[in-house]
């Protein structure tokens, strides 16, 4: 290790006490099997790791009421039948503790920690244009270097929080969602505030609610949530899944969100004998007002997601935007409430659809007020609360769920420098340029996994980061068995492939004019206004990069 009063270079010691051939950065998921997909290919590795241990997002995001959107059985590695027969998931959706606990279990079995360090902030990342390998150097002053850098430091890991004037002045206690302590907090008795209503900030209300004596939630604009499926898992379920996993793992590499089509047959036979030729027509233009209602009805809010025209069609969209504002009236006692927590001023699909335990319901609560920012502003925080433009709110605890500085803010903090010390930051003014979200031109050697320009988080993460780091692996592989030191896209292939991402995403509720999302950078001021991620498709995506590889990376500068 680095001698860290002197300041002199480690070589990332390996056990073999060589520089290892790759430097990761993060040990989150795309990090962990980083690590042990380099090491079964023969390649040594070292993980640098900010937290204190694995989990990336699942290590961070503890807060009360964290959970995944992704069935879980669908959200887990795909590279160990081992792994997927043995791991039992107690819910259909799991909590963010259970999916910690998976991870760590990953992390024992194929004795992931022995090739990382944590604790291990990496605050410079500088290619050396002689030595032909990159240099990491962490916060404390420990230097690596290694041929070759991936950067699995996930897409949402920069929380970001507000400057409101007087934020430092707040004698109480101060939390973001995305930055949960380790111990538990104990808001009994406690006048809590929270700020922001995203996925975060809605998993989080009603649970606060629960345990705090008050809670009020700061909106400055409201959310489309629909209800969670909150089923426990099935052990016949379960076993299914485990006799069809090759058949699924096939099928999530066929969907477009990488999400497999698979409903168990064996063990819920009751669903398997519905009538599907009553199935409910794929677009709500189809639909008469009477069966529109009827389908929420029967279904609730999240029929409305069922229809693939609320995502395309401007006027379907609106249709579902006013059942949806409509159904929300029937849900909150209090009318002001209930007009307050409308969404109007954007349409459902412009952002990552929030999902919900109990959030409408939450506000028919005594110890629960709404306060509407764009009503009310907030003028400043202080010594004991928030002071809106109308009134001031005593608090005990404030808690930002304000999210994250997505895509490129873990890349632009970690003060990348290319070739001839150029600067990550420069070349992204703009906004991020990057081929298939996996390498930048003038960056050689150094891989992003679920980059921007990649479909990442439109895509089951899980499946997303296999993919890329089994491309990477392989191209890394690749050059070595052909003699090739270096590799980087070709100027004309990174501009090709950022017209064909800004094209795809034309014309779509993501990039509508009254949409403002994290996707498109909108939600940090300054941030350059582009549409990060890739909505062509998994399946598309994936094909693209298999086609560089069998082309001998044709769009790609070896060196
Ligand atoms: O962050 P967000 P998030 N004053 O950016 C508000 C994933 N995730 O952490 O819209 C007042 O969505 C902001 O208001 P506005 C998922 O991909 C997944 O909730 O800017 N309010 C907004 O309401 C998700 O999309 C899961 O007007 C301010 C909120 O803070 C992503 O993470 C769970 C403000 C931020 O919402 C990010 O979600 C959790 C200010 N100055 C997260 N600044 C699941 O798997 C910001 N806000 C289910």
Redesign the pocket.
Known sequence: MADRAQGQVSQGQTPEGQMPDVLVVGAGFAGMYAVHRFRSQGLSVKALEAGSDVGGTWYW?RYPG?????PSLEYSYGFSAELEQEWDWPEVFSAQADILRYANHVADKFDLRRDMQFDTRVVAVEWLDDAHRWRLTTEAGERFEAPFCVMATGC?SIP?T?S?PGAADFRGEVYH??MWPKEPVDLAGKRVGI?????????AIPELARQAAHLTV????P?YTVPANRKRMRPDVQQEFREHYREIREMQQNNQGGVSTFRPRKSVRREARVDTTNAPPTRLLDLTSEQRRDAIDRFGLGALLAFRDVYSDARANEIANELYRDTVRTMVRDPDTAERLLPKTYGLGC??Q??DRDYYDTFNRDNVTLVD?VETP?DTVDATGVRTSARHYELDVLVY????D?MTGALLRANIRGRGGRKLADKWRDGPVAYLGLQMAGFPNLFTVTGPGSPS?LCNMLVAIEQHVNWIGNCIGWLRANGARTIEPREESETGWIAHVNEVAEGTMFTAPTC???YLGA?VPGKARIFMPYVGGYPRYRARCEREAAHRYEGFALG
């Open positions: 995001n964290a959970r995944c959107d992704v949402l970001i507000p409101v969602t995305g700020i922001g209503t995203g996925s975060s900030g809605v998993q700061f909106q400055r604009t959310v952002k990552r929030v999902i920012l907030v769920a304000t999210g994250f997505a988080v403002n999302s994290w939600n």
